[in-house]
């Protein structure tokens, strides 16, 4: 029997799976794993304490990983070893009791797991820009993943105690990582020629690529009330599992519209002017979220993913993905990665004293972070033009 790398099936076909593994589980523990933290007992600042723990992980695990993945052929068994190290990780976690075993187990599983992302990345453009194939409409499928995800956690959530709610999460990272077997190694003929690498601090005084780190992780990190608290708070207000998952589901599915659109996109919509979109829609979700509206507006606020988080998202990979010196697509994926995990782990940590205090009122501070990530937007538009021929 050939292993799952020979079988005959299309690269992006396998880079989609490989997407749909990681946001299946994300799609469970991003709504839920709050839930069942808060059913273990922990109360909401300690919950925006270990929600931090990714955050800060990716500082020590993903620089680490990805220097070793700029080596040719390194990211697909990178890629495998992290994603069963985390399955290993998520179990640990669903043993642990007390806060303090929590923290530590879900530390070492988001050691291994958080590199996932930014390899996963750097394969995906290596990949698909070798074969003229578009990222969007294979990054969607990973945002499909995360919806079915969320349903079948929120289906879940009615019907099993929330302290088995870990199990969910454990099995869908175990998903994860069987996907990452069927990926291929990237192709010699894929991997650009060894070049020599351009000193490493030639990419951190760009001043343009500093300002997109900036925008990026503020913007992204602007999520962290919602990503920490949306689903205890809806719960709270009389709303189910199923419920939750349908407008989790909602916003995602607003994403894989723009991620099926994004290759035809018309030239205006360069990196930068993607992230200022999703700096103008986060500000404008977050300062309507601060005034706890009604249940009957929440549909229409969550429309605003596919600008806070999509166009966002999509911006900065395509701006770091362009401007990353040869040899140095993972390390720049890596800073990106490190860049809105530092203020993620901020954000996450203070969005449970934030929560605690002002309830509702916690996501204004969430718009101002926005609104400070559309002006970095703004600079790194301004310096690219400057050195522009």
């Known amino acids: 029997m050939r292993p799952f790398s020979q079988l005959h099936v299309g690269f992006s076909a396998r880079l989609a799976g490989l997407y749909a593994g990681i946001f299946v589980m994300s799609g469970i523990q991003l709504p839920f794993f709050p839930v069942w933290l808060r059913a273990k007992g922990l109360d909401p600042q300690m919950i925006g304490v270990v929600l931090a723990a990714p955050h800060v992980a990716r500082l020590i695990a993903v620089p680490l990983v990805a220097r070793l993945a700029d080596l040719r052929e390194a990211l697909r068994a990178a890629i495998i070893a992290a994603s069963f190290l985390g ?12 806060a303090g075993a929590i923290l530590l187990a879900y530390a070492l599983a988001s050691l291994a797991l958080t590199p996932v992302m930014p390899l996963a990345e750097t394969y995906a453009l290596k990949g698909l820009t070798a074969r003229g194939r578009a990222y969007g409409p294979v990054r969607l499928w990973g945002s499909v993943a995360f919806v079915l995800g969320t349903f079948a956690a929120g289906f879940a959530a009615d019907t099993i105690a929330a302290r088995n709610l870990i199990w969910l999460i454990a099995v869908a990272s175990l998903v994860s990582a069987l ?56 719960r709270s207000a009389g709303l189910d599992g199923t419920a939750i998952a349908a407008l989790w589901g909602l916003g995602v599915i607003a994403e894989i519209v723009l991620f099926a659109v994004s290759g035809r996109l018309p030239p205006f919509f360069r990196p930068t002017v993607l992230i200022t979109i999703g700096a103008a829609g986060a500000a404008l979700r977050w300062a309507a979220m601060a005034l706890d509206p009604p249940s009957y507006a929440l549909p229409w606020l969550q429309l605003l993913h596919a600008a806070s988080f999509g166009a966002t998202h999509l911006g900065a990979l395509g701006f770091v993905s362009r401007h990353a010196p040869p040899g140095q697509g993972a390390s720049a994926q890596g800073y ?19 929560y605690g205090s002002f309830g509702a009122g916690a996501y204004a501070a969430m718009a101002l972070a926005a609104v400070a990530g559309g002006a970095f937007a703004q600079i790194a538009q301004r310096a690219r033009r400057e050195v522009a021929p």
């Open 87 to 98: 399955t290993a990780g998520y179990v640990l976690v669903g043993l642990a009791d007390g």
């Open 179 to 234: 996907s990452a077997l069927t990926l291929a190694p990237l192709a010699v003929g894929v991997m650009p020629a060894p070049q020599p690498a351009p000193p490493r601090k030639s990419l951190l005084r760009d001043p343009a690529f500093i300002a997109v780190l900036a925008a990026a992780s503020l913007i992204q990190s602007s999520h962290a009330v919602y990503y920490g608290f949306s689903a205890l708070a809806w």
């Open 336 to 354: 990106l990665a490190i860049a809105v995990g530092v203020t993620t782990a901020g954000a996450t940590g203070l969005s449970g004293w934030l």
